[in-house]
């Protein structure tokens, strides 16, 4: 409500706005509330529209799976209406809620730092103009402006760790670390994370290289970088290559670089990383890709594309033992077996079309539509 009555005041007519809740279906009274929030901006004269999300079907983690919807229908909706840019009303509180929260889980830098006031998600680059103030600030604001608001239960709901992150706030400010405390070391290593990220990019640079799916490291580069580097870019080839929203615990990835032999194999994150002497390869895993099927023009498992003839019935799924079979070349393809048992074939039914990174192309291509350094630079 704040956000919205600055940039009421802000634009003064001039600002084409318009104001976009998102009903994520899971307590009765967000009816009321969205009937509140579309009177405001009737009286604003601002257009105003409601997105639904049917939160009562989701059965993991409920408010990372309502985040995840709500940014998607955010960015449908800023896609459809020719929007610029979707502005977030996050504060310092919520800053200093999630240092702690990923403190609680030892994170590295990047969990620690503050939030980005900018960033880019499903095509649509989204805002937080109010990133630096306090709730505290806001409700001053709301108050000496005679506007009311509505104070979400959810936000006292013990179930959930940030509303206990919240809570720990409100101790430790009695120590003198309040929640602009917090934050404000937060937006410090938000500038050192910042420099870390280039250097990151430097390593990936001159040690990494993309394998038809899967992210190389030359060891002797690789090992010779700082831990922490070495750390972020293995975290992040996990994640390129399982195509997962967040990268894997640092303790997991510290783990595997302390690892002193020169020969080893483990898994992580819905990926086989294998080392030998010269090389460091992340590939996916093939349990992780075994159930993934989607039609022959769709991308599959989020990240191959394919190029061929096309037709309904014509499906994408892993390759797996019993399409290899039908690839008596596909050694000299020079990839290891666990990446072409998890590499994405056309199938029809039961019947295997076409496996090109197999070395069994019968008229089809398959290509990765990000490579691993672009990934890295807009990470």
């Known amino acids: 409500?704040?956000?919205?009555?600055?940039?009421?005041?802000?634009?003064?007519?001039?600002?084409?706005?318009?104001?976009?809740?998102?009903?994520?279906?899971?307590?009765?009274?967000?009816?009321?509330?969205?009937?509140?929030?579309?009177?405001?901006?009737?009286?604003?004269?601002?257009?105003?529209?409601?997105?639904?999300?049917?939160?009562?079907?989701?059965?993991?983690?409920?408010?990372?799976?309502?985040?995840?919807?709500?940014?998607?229908?955010?960015?449908?909706?800023?896609?459809?209406?020719?929007?610029?840019?979707?502005?977030?009303?996050?504060?310092?509180?919520?800053?200093?809620?999630?240092?702690?929260?990923?403190?609680?889980?030892?994170?590295?830098?990047?969990?620690?730092?503050?939030?980005?006031?900018?960033?880019?998600?499903?095509?649509?680059?989204?805002?937080?103009?109010?990133?630096?103030?306090?709730?505290?600030?806001?409700?001053?604001?709301?108050?000496?402006?005679?506007?009311?608001?509505?104070?979400?239960?959810?936000?006292?709901?013990?179930?959930?760790?940030?509303?206990?992150?919240?809570?720990?706030?409100?101790?430790?400010?009695?120590?003198?670390?309040?929640?602009?405390?917090?934050?404000?070391?937060?937006?410090?290593?938000?500038?050192?994370?910042?420099?870390?990220?280039?250097?990151?990019?430097?390593?990936?640079?001159?040690?990494?290289?993309?394998d038809r799916g899967d992210v190389l490291f030359s060891r002797v580069p690789f090992a010779s970088a700082p831990f922490e580097l070495r750390r972020r870019l293995l975290a992040m080839a996990i994640r390129y290559v399982s195509n997962a929203e967040y990268p894997p615990r640092y303790a997991s990835v510290a783990a595997l670089l302390n690892v002193k032999e020169d020969n080893w194999k483990s898994t992580l994150g819905g990926c086989v990383i294998t080392a030998d002497q010269k090389t460091l390869r992340i590939a996916r895993e093939f349990s992780s890709v075994r159930g993934t099927v989607c039609a022959s023009d769709k991308l599959w498992d989020n990240r191959w594309k394919f190029t061929g003839p096309h037709r309904d019935g014509l499906e994408i799924r892993v390759l797996g033992e019993d399409g290899i079979k039908n690839c008596p070349d596909w050694r000299s393809e020079g990839l290891p077996w666990v990446s072409i048992l998890s590499s994405p074939a056309i199938w029809d039914g039961e019947t295997m079309i076409s496996a090109p990174v197999a070395g069994f192309s019968a008229g089809w291509s398959a290509q990765i539509v990000a490579d691993f350094i672009t990934f890295v630079e807009a990470h």
């Open 1 to 210: 409500m704040a956000l919205l009555n600055l940039l009421h005041e802000w634009g003064g007519g001039d600002v084409d706005l318009a104001a976009v809740t998102v009903n994520h279906g899971l307590r009765t009274e967000a009816a009321s509330e969205v009937e509140f929030v579309a009177s405001v901006c009737e009286n604003m004269e601002i257009p105003h529209q409601v997105l639904y999300w049917d939160g009562t079907q989701n059965n993991g983690n409920l408010q990372n799976a309502a985040r995840v919807a709500r940014y998607r229908l955010l960015a449908d909706w800023a896609l459809e209406m020719s929007r610029d840019i979707v502005l977030l009303a996050h504060t310092s509180n919520d800053v200093a809620e999630t240092f702690l929260m990923n403190l609680s889980r030892s994170a590295g830098i990047d969990g620690l730092a503050a939030m980005p006031d900018r960033f880019v998600r499903n095509g649509v680059t989204f805002a937080r103009p109010l990133l630096r103030e306090s709730r505290s600030v806001l409700r001053s604001y709301l108050k000496a402006c005679g506007r009311g608001w509505i104070e979400d239960p959810s936000n006292h709901d013990l179930r959930f760790d940030r509303v206990k992150m919240r809570g720990l706030l409100d101790i430790l400010e009695g120590y003198g670390l309040s929640a602009e405390v917090v934050s404000d070391s937060a937006f410090a290593l938000a500038d050192s994370r910042d420099i870390v990220r280039n250097e990151t990019s430097g390593l990936a640079r001159s040690c990494a290289t993309d």
